[in-house]
């Protein structure tokens, strides 16, 4: 793979060289491959298909989890999260202990400690990390999802971006069942603080307690930063300093 730096760009394959825009810059490499039908059936490539097959189920899982919380994401998310959370879902897939190698799947490795200890922590934004932003102990009460954060004073508390004014806090209680597709989530209404010196007790409490499903109970927590001008609130700088993290993975019944 190279980078053009050349003043016009090229987009398209000219004489073998296929050129294209990405998340990097324009870049150029060089076209090949093997033809698709001889993949799908030639037994030399049995192995390309079960990694094809298990990666498939990665990406579709990413996709279910994101689709959960995407009101979330909307304002708190980075340009790669689909491939970190892919990625991800890799590793949980290679849990599965029981499968068939091409059959292993998220839904079986996330039944897994292990798979819920990858999970646990994830960063929807890698620019604003949960733990780099909030320094006040948080509880859980894994029945309900209710995060609750005492004395919280955000000037000390919080590392907020220069030009921030207010800060807003909101709780999320997922259900994912990956093998079926199925999820529901419940939100706690925000709670918005000025950014000062005014200690406060927070409680965000997801609206109708545990969410419906059988499946990997996912509890996030959400921070967002605002500035004040004219009595408005405007997100600052369209969410890129907001948090957005997975506090907590447990399969099966809740656990206070």
């Known amino acids: 793979m190279a980078r053009q730096n050349g003043i016009l760009k090229i987009k398209g394959t000219i004489g073998g060289m296929t050129f ?8 150029v490499r060089e076209k090949g491959g093997v033809d698709g039908e001889r993949i799908a059936n030639d037994p030399a490539f049995i192995r390309t298909r079960e990694n094809g097959q298990e990666f498939g189920n990665a990406g579709t899982s990413g996709k279910i989890l994101r689709d959960a919380i995407r009101i979330m ?26 499968s068939a190698r091409g059959e292993r799947n998220v839904g079986v490795g996330i039944s897994t400690p292990e798979g819920n200890g990858l ?11 949960l733990g780099s932003i909030l320094f006040k102990p948080y509880t859980l009460d894994t ?15 919080i590392v907020a ?6 800060v807003s806090l909101r709780s999320a209680f997922a259900n994912v069942d990956f093998a079926s597709g199925i999820s529901a989530v419940n939100f706690s209404p925000s709670i918005s ?3 000062d010196g005014v200690s406060t007790g927070i409680a965000l409490i997801p609206q109708g307690g545990a969410p419906a499903g059988t499946g990997t109970n996912i509890y ?11 009595g408005q609130l405007y997100s600052l700088k369209n969410g890129a300093y907001n948090a957005l993290a997975i506090v907590e993975v447990n399969n099966g019944a809740p656990v206070v």
């Open 20 to 27: 294209y825009k990405s998340q990097d810059g324009h870049l």
């Open 220 to 230: 996030l927590l959400q921070i967002e930063f605002f500035q004040e001008v004219n």
């Open 193 to 195: 603080l000025a950014i």
């Open 119 to 129: 999970l646990n922590g994830f960063n929807f934004n890698i620019k604003a990390i």
């Open 161 to 166: 971006p220069v030009g921030a004014t207010h």
């Open 73 to 98: 994401m909307m304002t708190a998310s980075d340009s790669r999260v689909t491939s970190r959370l892919t990625k991800l879902m890799m590793d949980i897939l290679k849990q599965d202990s029981v």
């Open 143 to 157: 029945a309900t999802g209710e995060i609750g954060i005492a004395g919280l004073v955000p000037i000390n508390d």
